[in-house]
Every structure is written in C-alpha cells, then in structure tokens.
C-alpha cells in the first residue's frame, strides 16, 4: 500500500529553519508530483509546493516563494521541505501528498495520498 510519512516538524524561534522530510513507499512514483501542504489551527489546508518526481522541477506558492525549497531524492525515495527564514504564522501542521497524472497540481481535492503531517512551530 502507498504510505507517506513526514518527519521532522519541531518548536524554532523566528528566523531558524527546518528540514522536513517526506518517506514514500508502496509504488513507484514516476509521473507523480509530491506535494507539500499546511494547516494552521482553525484555518483551511492550503498549498506550500510541490516537486515532480521525474526530472525534478518545482513550483510554489507565493506566500513561501524564497523562503522554502523542495528537493528529492530518487533513490531514498524520499522529498524534503526546507524551510528557512521562518515566521510565527508558518506554524502548522505540516503534510506531504502524491498526485498522479497531473502537470501542476496546486489544489488539496487533486492529490491521490496523504501523509498524518508534522507540526512546525514558529515561537516570536
């Protein structure tokens, strides 16, 4: 079975950073985009970015445009979120998702699978 387990989430101060990683195991995932969502409390899931697995390039939301980066790797099968420069409002709970068969995939209803998340908290 397809299964995406995050890791990596913990309490910073504002300005540290993070790396979160994203474990996928179950299928190969060429022709998949993973992507990469929060949720803050009381708030709607929304869209951080994603990587298509084949050939590496990757698309994000303005909100962390050059603040956050995304990689992976294909052999550890695993996709990484940095997270830099990071504010008291990107605290979150943080999930990685699987989307197949689509270019750009930027909505939560278009990914396939869903990892349980892992909380990044941001103290002032």
């Known amino acids: 079975q397809v299964r995406l387990v995050e890791s990596g989430g913990g309490l910073v101060q504002a300005g540290g950073s993070l790396r979160l990683s994203c474990a996928a195991s179950?299928?190969?995932?060429?022709?998949?985009?993973m992507g990469w969502f929060r949720q803050a409390l009381g708030k709607e899931r929304e869209f951080v970015g994603a990587?298509?697995?084949?050939?590496?390039?990757?698309y994000y939301a303005d909100s962390v445009k050059g603040r956050f980066a995304i990689s992976r790797d294909s052999a550890k099968n695993t996709v990484y979120l940095q997270v830099n420069s990071l504010k008291p409002e990107d605290t979150a709970v943080y999930y990685c998702a699987a989307a197949r068969g689509l270019l750009t995939p930027r909505g939560v209803s278009e990914y396939d699978y869903w990892g349980q998340g892992t909380q990044v908290t941001v103290s002032s």
């Open positions: 179950g299928r190969t995932f060429s022709g998949h985009t």
């Open positions: 990587v298509r697995w084949s050939g590496g390039s990757t």
